[in-house]
């Protein structure tokens, strides 16, 4: 059995599509030249194919003919589906139905920028289709956001024109298994070329995608090391979230959202805003939950998955999911976007695990690498003490133990306010384990409801989440 991979070049996609009598549409791009389009063109073929080519790149040429965008920003979503759709209704208007009765009809666009000439940016942009999948059907949309990693113009051009041929091809022949169709976008294309961090499936051939799910298989794939979406599970472009925000983050199981969760979270939040003196408008909050927490068991439960991020939803509260497994990651991961302040709100156990040296051999500087990217002179680690259920021992920053040849530097970051305790929080939430609740929860057993908070044990019960059973059908169960 051959070891390469097997799928099609772009040629080999491209010159399908021109084939296909029934596929009939047009190009337009802007920021990188044709790069698409001229793979359709070189393979033969065309003009069954292409309608029209085209690059808008004059903003005021653009403006004429997609309108003008309030922020006078071009390389946006908005743009981006503008463009697709006024390219749809031109093709609609002028191609009569009569003589192409079966014709499957699409536009491709996309809108980027690539490196700068001091090569301090290294470029992005948006990429989108919106087609039909059978004649006279109603359209479907696939819109994703890129970030090239490539150092030069050319490169990244090259690999927007093959992004694009795949694209198409998956829109044509993928769009029945979305999966697929993700994972197809990286045909002779490396994972260290370009990152896909955002991607939204819409229209008639995605009415049961998740796309939340998608997201997470970005992730999963390598695709991009994180991908946020809000309560409403609509995906958000990260820099359009986070891009110079004041951040407050708190990373958990949510297996479920416990009382000791919230409590946390609103006491440390409660700190970082005096603190930092920031309106709630400069703010983003975000609930982290990391890759290697979902795949704890061996694998992903995209049911599970689910059920977690819905009760954060139901609570209000976007949802980042990572591969980012240290913390140090995670906020080198908002700095990238943000030079606002940063607040992380933690418990004892996982500040433990950040003064643990085993996690850093892979950094060449080792733990002092981390703690130079983690204690941030704007990030604060907002601590929630931890109640030892054998010895009743509550710990906090005062009496956390760390390794004797870290002592030193943990006195530093306390001395300088990178680590400060949470003193309101409620003592009667110290007993709440998230595990034990799980474990009731599946077993039918009583008394987790009250840990939880208000609404979520009733939204547990109606939609079954967490392998829930009540009384009734865990007696059914044993019987059989």
Not at 115 to 142: D, P
Not at 303 to 320: A, E, H, Q, S, T
Not at 446 to 451: A, F, I, R, Y
């Amino acid at each position: 059995m051959s070891l390469v991979a097997q799928f099609l070049t772009p040629k080999q996609k491209a010159l399908t599509i021109n084939l296909n009598p029934n596929i009939y549409g047009t190009f337009a791009e802007i920021g990188a030249g044709q790069e698409t389009v001229r793979h359709f063109f070189r393979v033969g073929g065309a003009s069954q194919t292409i309608a029209k080519a085209m690059s808008a790149y004059d903003k005021d040429f653009s403006d004429a003919i997609y309108g003008r965008e309030s922020n006078n920003r071009y390389v946006t979503q908005n743009r981006l589906r503008n463009m697709l759709r006024y390219e749809v209704s031109l093709i609609e208007e002028r191609i009569s139905r009569k003589k192409n009765p079966e014709g499957c009809f699409f536009s491709y666009a996309n809108t980027v920028t690539t490196i700068n000439f001091n090569k301090t940016m290294k470029g992005h942009g948006w990429v989108g289709i919106r087609f039909q999948s059978e004649a006279k059907a109603e359209y479907s949309e696939i819109v994703l956001h890129v970030r090239f990693k490539e150092n030069d113009a050319t490169l990244q051009q090259e690999t927007l024109g093959k992004l694009g041929v795949n694209l198409i091809y998956g829109a044509f022949n993928y769009a029945d298994n979305p999966r697929r169709l993700i994972g197809s976008l990286y045909d002779d294309i490396g994972l260290d070329t370009l990152e896909i961090d955002m991607i939204d499936f819409s229209g008639r051939d995605f009415v049961y995608v998740d796309n939340r799910l998608m997201s997470l298989q970005l992730v999963k794939s390598g695709m991009t090391e994180a991908v946020i979406f809000t309560p409403e599970g609509t995906n958000m472009l990260p820099a359009d979230l986070l891009y110079k925000k004041n951040i407050f983050a708190v990373r958990g199981s949510f297996r479920p959202v416990t009382l000791v969760n919230l409590d946390m979270f609103l006491k440390g939040l409660d700190m970082f805003l005096k603190d930092t003196g920031c309106e709630e408008e400069c703010l983003e909050v975000l609930f982290e939950i990391t890759l290697s927490n979902l795949t704890a068991s061996g694998f992903i439960d995209e049911r599970d998955f689910l059920d977690r991020v819905d009760v954060l939803g139901k609570l209000g509260y976007n949802v980042i999911i990572s591969n980012y497994s240290e913390y140090y990651r995670l906020i080198d991961y908002f700095a990238g976007y943000s030079n606002q302040k940063i607040g992380v709100a933690m418990g004892v156990n996982n500040l433990l695990g950040v003064f643990d040296e085993s996690y850093y051999c892979n950094l060449s500087g080792g733990i002092l690498e981390a703690f130079g990217k983690f204690f941030r002179k704007d990030m604060t680690v907002y601590l929630y003490p931890y109640k030892d259920p054998i010895t009743q021992e509550v710990w906090t920053s005062d009496n956390l133990k760390v390794e004797d040849n870290l002592k030193e530097l943990y006195k530093y970051f306390k001395h300088n306010n990178r680590i400060v305790d949470i003193k309101n929080y409620n003592p009667a939430y110290s007993e709440i384990y998230s595990r034990d609740i799980l474990k009731k929860i599946i077993n039918a057993e009583c008394g987790w409801e009250d840990q939880l908070p208000s609404g979520v044990a009733e939204m547990i019960k109606e939609r079954r989440m967490f392998g829930y059973k009540d009384e009734l059908s865990l007696e059914e169960i044993k019987s059989k």
